[in-house]
C-alpha cells in the first residue's frame, strides 16, 4: 500500500500525516483546538464521501483548507483590532498619542509580521509542488492502484491535473491573503506619515501662539520698562503734574499695543511669503506636460 | 460542444462566465452597473460580428476590455483627487497641515492600494495563461472544432499566436496602469518629504524669531533690573540730582537695545557659521570625478 | 578513490573539508570552538555508524548541522539583546532615549545585518546545488564506488533524491532563520516609528503646557503693568483712597485670572477644531466600499 | 514582400513603422521635433548604405538610437537642475529651506519617475525579443529573402546572432541610464535625510540659545523680586543706611550672574552625559568582531 | 588564428582588449594608473607562464583578478572614512550634527551608490557568460586549436568547467562585495534614525528644562505681582507696620517656591502617565504567543 507523508512537503502544518488511499493516519500534532477539528471537522468531512472523487483529494482538501482558514482568522484577528488603533491614531483631534495605542500598533504590527511570513512559507510550498510534476503525481495515489477510477472522472481531466487546480485554488486565496496583509502594512506606513504630520501641524500652530504670545509680552516688557523708570526714586521734574501720569500709562498701553499689532503683522506677512507666482503649479504643468509626451509615444 | 470556463484563470473578473464558440453564458455575477454594461454594452458588442475573427475572440477581448476599462476608471477616480489634495498639502505658504485634507490623502493612498492589488492580480492572471501554451490554445475553441476558419485567417498566423497577441496587448495595458499607481505612490511619498520639510522649515523661522523676541525680554529684563533697584525704598544718594534719572533712564534703554543686537548678529554669526572653504560641493566634485570614472570605462 | 573538495561550494563554511566515502580530511580551519567541535561533537557523530546512509551522508549532515547551529546561536545571541533594548526604547513613559540603549541597539541591529547576510550566503550556496542535479550526484560518493548500497537503501528512493531531501531540509532551517531576520528587522523599523510618535507626542504635550503657562506670564505681565503704572512717581490723584489699593490690586489678580482663563479655552477651541461632520471616518467608509468591491467581484 | 510591424514589439516609440528590407514606412507619428529628426536625421542615416549590413539593421538602429538619445535628453533635463537644487537645499548654511526650491525638486522627482518607467518599459519591450529566438528571426528580414546575404557577412556570425548584439548593446545602453536614474532616487532620499538631519541641528542650536536665555531671564526674574520686594511701600527699617542700597543692588546682579552660571554648567553637565566608558565604539568593536568571523569562514 | 574581443562581454571594464591563444591585445585603455598595472603587473604575471593553464585562462584571470580589486579598493577608500563619519554622528553627546560630517556622510553615501552599480554591473555581466554555454566555450580559446592540451588538463576536468570555475570564483567575490556595500548602506540607514532619535531626545530634554525654568518664572511673575501691588503709591494701611515687609516679602519668596514645586510635580505626573498595568509589555506576551504559535505549527 503507497502512502505518502505529508509535513515533509507541507512544512508549516501544525502536524505530520501519512496519507494513503484509504486512510489519514495523523501523527505528530500538538496544538490548542487541533483536537476539536480532527475529531469535530475533519472526521465528517472524510466520511462523508459523496462525490466522486478519490479519498486523498478530500483529504488533502480539508487540511489545506484547515490551514487556509487558520490564516484566514488569524488575519481577521488582526485587522479589526489594527483598523480601529490606526483610525483613532490619525484622528486630527488629537495633539499627542494616547501611547497604549502605540502599543496596541505595535503588538499588531508584529502578529502581521508573523502572518505575513506564515503566509509567504504556505505559498512557497504550494508553489515548490505546483513547479514539480512528479511531486504531484505522488500525491494523486489512487491513479496508481486503481486506473478504474480515471475512466469514471467526471471532469474528463485526469487526476495530476485536478489535483494542480486544487493547490492553484488554495494558492490563490493564499496570494489574497498575502495582497491583504500587504494593503495592511501599507496602510500602517501611510496612517504613520500622517500621524507625524498631524503631530508637526499641531506643533507649528501652537508654536506660532507661542510666538504670538512672546511678541505680546515682549512690547509689554518693553513699554513696562519706561513704568519701570518713573518708579524710580530719582527726580524726573514730572512729579507733580496730574496729566503725566495719565499720558505716560497710556503711552504705555496704546505703545505695547501698537507695537505687538505690528510685531504680529510682520510674522503674518514672514511666515506667509508672497511666493512669486511665476512658481508654475507642480501637477498641473506637468499634467500638461504629460498629456504632451503621452501624446508623444 | 466544447466550453470554457472563464473564473478559474480570471480570477478578479466580477463574475464568472461559460465561453463556447458560439454563446457566451454569464453565470455568477453580482455587483452595480453590472447589467448595465451586458446589456448595453457587451450584447450590441458581440452582436456585431462583423469581423473576422471567431466569436470567443470577440467575447474574450469584450470582457478584458470591460475590465481594463474598469481599473482605469478606477484610478482616474483616484488620481485627480490625490493631485489636487497633494497640491495643496505641499503649498509652501501653510504653516500646517490642513486636517481634513490628511484624511482624504489617507482615504485615497488607501483606494490606490487596493487598486494596485487588482491590478497585479489581473496582470499575474494574464501572466499565467501567457506562460502555458495550453491554456492559449484551450482558449482557441474555433481552431478545434472547425479547421476551416484556419485558413481564412486574415493575417496568416495561427489562432494561438493571435490569442497571444490579444493577451499581451492586454497585459501591456495593465502594465501601463501599473506604472501610473507606482508613479503616484511615488508621488505621494516624495510629497510627504516636502510637507515634512516644508513644516520644519516654517518651525524653524519661528523659532528664530522666537528666539530674537527672547533676547530682546532679556536684554529688557537685565537693564530693567537697574530700574527696579533704583526704585527700591532705600538711599541712594542720587535721589536729588535730576540728570541722574535721564541719565539712569536712557542707559536702561540705550543698554538694552545694544545688548539686543549683540546678541542678535552673535545669533547670526552662530547659525551661519563660516563652513571652512575646503569643504567642496558634494556634487561638482562628484560629478569631476564620475566624468573621469565614466571615461575610464 | 574518489573524493569532493567541500569549501567549493559551501563557500562560507568556516573551514575547508576533503570528502571521501571512508573519511572527512578537515583541511583549513580556523577559529574559536572550532577545535571543540571537531574532537568533541563531530568525531563522535561520524563513528556512531549505526544508520544505513553511507558515510557522506552523515558526514555532510554533521557539517551542515553545525553551520546551520552556529547561524541559530546568533541569532539567539542578537534577538534577546535586541527585543530587551526595543523594549526599553518603545516604553511610553521615557521622556528621552536612552543614548546608551541606541548604542546597543545599532550594534545589534548591525549584527543582524551580517547575519542576514550569512544566511543568504549560506541559502544561495545551497540552492546552487540544489539547482544542478551533477552537483547532487556528485556529492553521492557511495553509489559511484558501491553499487550493492543502492539496494539496501531503506527508503526505496536513491541516493541523489535522498541527498537532495537532506540538503532541502537545511535549506527550510536557513529559510526559516532568515524570515526570523527579516521579521526583526521589521521590527526594529516599526519601533523606531514608536520611538518617534513617543517623542513627538511628549514634545506637544510639554508644548502645550508651555503654551498655558505662556499665556499665564502675559496675562500677568499685562495686568502687572497696571501695578508698575501705579508705582510710577507721578501723581495719579488716588493716593490717598484706601480703597482703590485694594481695588487696583484686586483688578489686577482677577483681570489676569480671567485673561488666562479665556485664553486658556482660547487655545483649547484652537486645538480641536470641530471637524466638520461630514468628513467620514476613513476605515469605516473604506470598509464598506471594499466590502461592496469585493462582493463585485 | 515581408515586412515587419515594429510600434507592437517597441510599444514606447513614439510612432508605429513598416519595416520592409527595402524602406521604412513610418505611420502613426505624432509630436515636436519628430518631424525634424525623420527629415533631418533618419532619412540621411537610411540613405548612406555604405556599410555592409542589410537596410533593416541600419533602420532598427537609427530608431532605437533615437529612443535612446531620447531618454539619454531627458534625463540630461533634469539632472543638472536636480544637483543644483540638491546641492542648494543640503547647504548647511540655511536655517530654513527655500519653499521654491522645494517644488522644483518635487517637479524633477516626478519626471525623474516618468522617465524611470519609459526606460523600464524599454528594457522590458528589448528584453523580450532577446529572450524569444522567433522574434529575432522575424526582424532579420534581409535573411529570408536573400540568402546571398548571409555569406558576405563580414564578422562570419549570422544574421540572428547580428541582431541579438545590436539590441543587447541598447539594452545595455538602456540599463547604465536605468542606473542613473537609480542612483539619483537614491541621492535624493539621502539628501532629504541630511535636510532633515540640518534642520534638526538648526533647531537643536536654537533651542539651547533658548534655554540659556531662559535661564538668564530666569535668574533675572528671581533676584528682580528682591528689588521688587524692596520696592514696596512697606518699612524695612533698612531705608536709611547708604550702604544696603548698594549692598541689595550688588546682590541682586551677582546674585542673579551666578545663578545663570551655575543653571548653565548643569544644562552642559546635563546635555553632555559622561557615557560610561564601558560603552564601546560601535563600529570599531564591531570591526574587530567582524575581522576574526570573516577569518572564521 | 582565432580571438575573442573583451569588452563586448566586460562592459565595464576599463578598456577593450582581443584575446587570443598566444597573446593579450589591449586596445582602448584610458585612465590613471591603468600604465602602471598593465606594465608592471600585468606584464609580469603574463610571462610567469609556470602552470598547467593555457595562456587565455592566465590572461583572462588577471583582467578580472584587476577589476575585482578596482572595486575592492574603491570599497576600501569608502568603508573607513564612512564609518568614522557614522560613528561622530551617533556620538549621543552631541547636541547638534556637525554639518560638514553630513557633506562627507553624502559624498561617501554617493560613492557607495556609484560603486553599487559597478558591482552589480560586473557581476550581471559573468552571469550572463555563466548563463549561457557557448560563450563559455568561446572563452577556451586553446581547446579548439590544440585538443593536446585538453589531455594534460591536471584536473580531470574539460576546460569549460575549469572557465566556469574561474569565473564562478570571480563572481562569488563580486558577491562578497554587494554584500558588504549592501551592509554599509544598511548601517547608514540605522545609523540616521540613531542620529534623528539622538536629536529628538536633546530636544525633548531641552524642552523639559525649558518648561521647568517657565514654570519658576511663572511663579515669580505671579508672587512678583503681589511686590508689585505694594510698591504702587497707594494707600494699603499697612505701610507703617515693620513686620509686614517681612511678612509679605517671605511670602512672596516662599509662595513662588512653593507654586514652582507643585509645578514641576505636576509636570512630572502628567509625562510619566502611570500606564494602566493591565497593557502587558510587547514582546514578552508575543514571545508566549509565538512559542504557542511555533509548538502549533
Redesign the interface.
Known sequence: MEGVLLG?QF????FKAILTPQSLLVLDF???G?ERWLVLELAPQLASQSHSLPFEFTALEAILQHKVNTLHAQLNDVEPVL??T??SL?D??I???D??K??I???N???L??LE?DI??FK?TLLKILDEEEIIEELCLTKWTDPRVFEESSLGIDHAEEME?LLENYY?QA?ELA?KT??LK???D??????????????????????Q??????S??????I????????????????R???L??GF??LG?GLIWRRLLSF?GR????S??PL?P???????KA?D??S???
Chains 1, 2, 3, 4, 5 share one sequence.
Open positions: 515533509t512544512q508549516n502544518l501544525s500538538r496544538g490548542f487541533l483598523l480601529d490606526l483610525e490619525v486630527p483631534k495633539l499627542s498619542v501611547r497604549s502605540l502599543h500598533l505595535l503588538q504590527s508584529k502578529s509580521s508573523e511570513t509567504k512559507v512557497d487546480l490563490m496570494e495582497n500587504r494593503e501599507g496602510l500602517i501611510d496612517s504613520e506619515s500622517v500621524v507625524f504630520i498631524n503631530l508637526d501641524s499641531h506643533r507649528n500652530v501652537m508654536m506660532r501662539l507661542n510666538l504670545l512672546a511678541m505680546g509680552s515682549f509689554l516688557s518693553l513699554f513696562g520698562l513704568g519701570v523708570a518713573f518708579g524710580m526714586n530719582l527726580e524726573s521734574s514730572f512729579e507733580e503734574d496730574p503725566v501720569f495719565w505716560v500709562t504705555m498701553f505695547s510674522l514672514h511666515l506667509m511669503p511666493v512669486p512658481i503649479q507642480v501637477w498641473k504643468r506637468n499634467m504629460s504632451i509626451r501624446g508623444i509615444r
